[in-house]
């Protein structure tokens, strides 16, 4: 997912998080050292762009939690940093692997960074629903902004690059990552959620602009 372009408006509200129990992957700690030693072993590669293939169709679970997926993940680490993202899928660097990163902060500011393998966002009981407009841009979509109303918590499961299972948890702008970057792995981009016209509208903002990273042209 892009960064962030304007603040987040509205309210924001973390009451579910308060009551959702222990149980989630500690993903705050040295996040400074972890998310060095990734970029510095891996290798920054080009993005995918809207168009591209891989990026429109369901990506192949993880299997083998082996060097190689140790190494996709550093250069995932790698690439997004390169882009100045704050969450990257394995299918925008043309990978067909159902694994995303992140390094994002919160809604009261903390950073988290991680990867998580084979992700699944729990369905929240629409009661406990309370969602944020704020503005997503995805990397695949370069220069553009939309506002898109999402949920403004969010819990993912899967598998860290080990395969020992995981859980996360996000608020706020982490919340929208991490829906945002599950997306990716099911083959949908943001604008896919947007109406005609909010498309068409992000589809000109990215025709428009020139990206300030390495893009993998289309066919
Ligand atoms: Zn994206």
Redesign the pocket.
Known sequence: ??RQQQEISGETVAEAAATAGSGFVDDTRDCEARENAHRERGTARPITVVGNPVLHKECRQVTSFDDELASLIDDMFASQRAAEGV???AN?IGVDLKVFVYDCVDDEGVRHVGAVCNPVLDELPAANRSLDDSNEG????PGAYEALARPDYAVVRGQDAEGKPIAVEGTGYFARCLQ??TD?LYGY??IDRLSKRERKNALRQMAEGTPRYETVPNE
């Open positions: 997912m892009a969450g990257l899928a925008q995805c990397l695949s979509v945002h970057e990716h981009l943001y």
